[in-house]
């Protein structure tokens, strides 16, 4: 049976062991985190604003109003990954993204932001937040309620989507 001072002092040990073994992993994460800032010091940032954002969700709600796949598709990267509000499969290449749209585009979806929060990086923008869509089946109107994000990069000229999460809210 080990005496309380005893107790404490392996306790300590273990501690102490604990922390040297953490110090090789934080340094080498540093290292990883400072290579990754010094790749991204040398991109080229582009001037923007919070309105340029937020229009680019117009425009892509705008495309889906044409009832043209392609027409939507073309608001993502080549390389851009969509996790889809009524898809159960991530869709991450073009193909994927515009056959999505060929489904969806048939419940004549608008949708309307309840609540944004825009963050601008350099070439990079994210805009999440709440919005609702009106989705139509059967004749049917019904709004569906879902969080989003859209992650946007500079290509060339253009702010395309890289990223684009889209879930509904569970029921209360």
């Known amino acids: 049976m080990h005496k309380p001072n005893q107790t404490i002092a392996l306790f300590g040990l273990g501690i102490i062991g604990t922390v040297s073994m953490m110090i090789p992993v934080q340094a080498q ?16 940032c582009h001037k923007s604003s919070t309105e340029e954002i937020e229009s680019l969700f117009q425009r892509w709600n705008q495309s889906l ?58 070439d990079l923008a994210i805009n999440s937040g709440i919005y609702t869509f009106n989705l139509t089946n059967h004749n049917q109107v019904n709004q569906v309620k879902a969080r989003y994000t859209f992650v946007y990069r500079k290509i060339g000229d253009n702010w395309l989507i890289v990223e684009h999460h889209s879930s509904a809210i569970p029921e209360k």
């Open 29 to 44: 994460n540093a290292n990883q985190i400072n290579k990754i800032e010094a790749k991204t010091e040398n991109r080229q």
């Open 65 to 122: 109003q044409t009832g043209k796949p392609e027409k939507v598709a073309a608001n993502y990267a080549n390389n851009a990954v969509l996790l889809a509000t009524v898809s159960n499969h991530v869709l991450n290449s073009p193909r994927e993204i515009r056959e999505y749209f060929e489904t969806f585009l048939k419940m004549k979806p608008y949708g309307k932001i309840n609540e944004q929060n825009i963050r601008i990086y350099c």
